[in-house]
């Protein structure tokens, strides 16, 4: 109990911590889209209840994304004293620390003991802990699915065979919310359909002398329980998601093909080249997987994948169901983070901005991994006494060091951090897309304002950008001699130039730069200055080139 009150006051703390920092943070390109998302949620269920005579508010059962983080957000936003900006970053980080609860539960359902270290590594993997504050769109995807696999596990170990047992009602409600999230959360009711055969056939010949297939009747009342789940979870869902309102059946059919045929425009910057996001290789998850990934991750899971390794070769094998059962949940947790990338890659689906798009395996793998390493310092070496399994333990947080002082240093941009084997973030900024959510674009505007107030401007300024304003436009001051006009893709009235290092717009009008945003030797943002450039000077440069 005590370990557990410290852990839970540790958590605390770090909560409070995150919630101080959160102000240092830009807006990312979706947020915005994702405010606006909510809006038009909020304003559909205004008019149908009769709050506001707005019949144009129906078109948002045209709206293919789910409102489960969306809807929330806007009522959050119409309550909150806040900005929109400073509201979005608070929701969004309280997804991203129930993230860290979710895996902490999961890997307790793995391994008992595995939960703390599970929330350890997560909140040391700089892509979760960086996301966490500006993605409306993967992070809270990512921790429902979290918590539906944490659910599906419990309902593995927990059910006890009611029709409508209390853990089948618990995976349903969850599974229902994750699908709200985002549309691959449906996934889950497969997943649910996959554990109960796998149940049926694992009861099956607990009697030796018993049928080795169950009867029809066993399959019948599994289905209806497996269809009963379906109805609540898609009772759960129908609130969140007008998009299904007005034909919810063809309608989920359309999202779900809308899902695995999402098409991007945009090249990828991928080992030094743009590449049509349709045309990645298939080492592009892999590689950056290997490269942002720290290696004190990496040894833990080698460890306890080791220990698992060694287990499996001791493993009597007189008796493959107990030894199947006794490891279902670490299969189905396998399962469910090695099928969405297999299934990426057999349909080739788009993939941009290295591993946000698989953000949601990241947590299940470092549950998995918590559970490996709990696995091995526990019981993988006899030798090793309590005192040397806490130094093993010691030893593994202190090869964190190097990863949690790259983070500070990289701050707000920690999702940007490459490992050593990439060579840091510089040396992965001449190779791979770094600063792509565009939050640099805070700190570019806060040094022009620097520049502006050095230089004892007046009047009006105006600033050119290829990225839309909103990334800007929040954090314009409006109590200075000099009024700054943000305009979009107008290089040639425009008196500075800002934007971020993605497809390398920061080349593509010309002028003198005065202040860049850089961490680790990796440039974010540029600003210029476009005052004196006469003629064709002024002219774009449009292209990907370096």
């Known amino acids: 109990m005590r370990k557990l009150s410290l852990g839970w006051i540790f ?27 909510g809006d038009r949620k909020l304003g559909y269920y205004a008019h149908l209840f009769g709050f506001t005579d707005n019949p144009d508010a129906m078109q948002v059962r045209r709206d293919l994304y789910p409102g489960f983080f969306d809807l929330n957000l806007a009522w959050v936003r119409k309550l909150s004293p806040a900005s929109d900006w400073g509201t979005g970053r608070v929701f969004n980080l309280f997804f991203g620390l129930l993230g860290v609860v979710a895996t902490g539960l999961l890997a307790q359902q793995i391994r008992k003991g595995a939960g ?89 010949e607990k009697d030796p002398g018993g049928p080795a297939i169950p009867p029809l009747s066993a399959w019948l009342r599994e289905a209806g329980r497996g269809l009963l789940a379906v109805g609540i979870g898609f009772a759960v869902l129908l609130p969140w998601w007008p998009y299904l309102h ?98 990426i890659l057999v349909l080739n689906s788009t993939l941009y901005n290295g591993l946000r798009h698989v953000l949601f395996i990241i947590a299940p793998g470092i549950a998995l991994i918590a559970a490996g390493w709990t696995a091995w ?17 010691g030893a593994l947080l202190l090869a964190y060091a190097p990863v949690l002082a790259t983070m500070v240093r990289l701050h707000p941009y920690q999702y940007t951090y490459f490992n050593e084997l990439a060579g840091g973030v510089g040396n992965a900024s001449h190779q791979f897309e770094t ?24 009047g009006d300024v105006i600033v050119n950008m290829e990225h839309p304003t909103w990334l800007v436009r929040h954090f314009i001051p409006r109590d200075r001699p000099y009024r700054i006009h943000l305009v979009r893709s107008q290089g040639e009235p425009a008196h500075f130039f800002i934007a971020n290092t993605v497809w390398h717009t920061h080349t593509w009008w010309a002028g003198e730069v005065i202040a860049t945003v850089e961490r680790e030797g990796a440039v974010f943002c540029v600003v210029r200055d476009r005052r004196h450039l006469v003629g064709e000077q002024r002219a774009m440069f449009y292209g990907f080139e370096d």
């Open 246 to 343: 007005s034909n919810p059946f063809g309608h989920t059919a359309a999202a779900i093909g809308s899902v695995t045929h999402f098409e991007w425009e945009f090249p990828v910057f991928f080992w030094g080249e743009y590449i049509p996001a349709q045309d990645l290789p298939f080492s592009y998850l892999p590689t950056w997987f290997l490269f942002t990934t720290p290696l004190a991750l990496m040894v833990a899971a080698l460890l306890g994948g080791f220990f698992a390794l060694k287990t499996l070769r001791t493993m009597p094998t007189d008796n493959l169901r107990e030894n199947i059962r006794e490891n279902l949940p670490v299969i189905v947790g396998l399962f469910a983070i090695i099928f969405p990338v297999v299934f």
């Open 116 to 204: 703390w270290w599970a929330g350890a590594f997560l909140l040391l993997y700089p892509g979760w802990f960086g996301h966490m504050f500006i993605n409306p769109k993967d992070i809270p995807f990512a921790t429902m699915y979290t918590f539906s696999l944490a659910a599906l596990l419990h309902f593995l170990k927990k059910d006890d065979g009611r029709f409508l047992s209390r853990p089948l009602l618990l995976f349903s409600v969850v599974a229902g919310l994750t699908a709200a999230t985002r549309v691959p959360g449906l996934i889950f009711f497969v997943y649910l359909a996959m554990v109960m055969v796998a149940g049926l056939l694992l009861r099956a």
């Open 11 to 37: 958590f605390a703390l770090i909560g409070v911590f995150c919630l101080v920092i959160a102000h240092d943070y830009g807006i990312s390109y979706d947020e915005p889209i994702r405010w606006s998302g």
């Open 377 to 393: 310092w526990q019981k993988g070496w006899p030798s090793l006494k309590p005192l040397n399994a806490r130094l093993a333990a």
């Open 435 to 458: 600063e792509y959510w565009g939050t640099s674009y805070r700190e570019g505007i806060g040094l022009l304002v620097d520049w502006l107030d050095a230089h004892n401007a007046e």
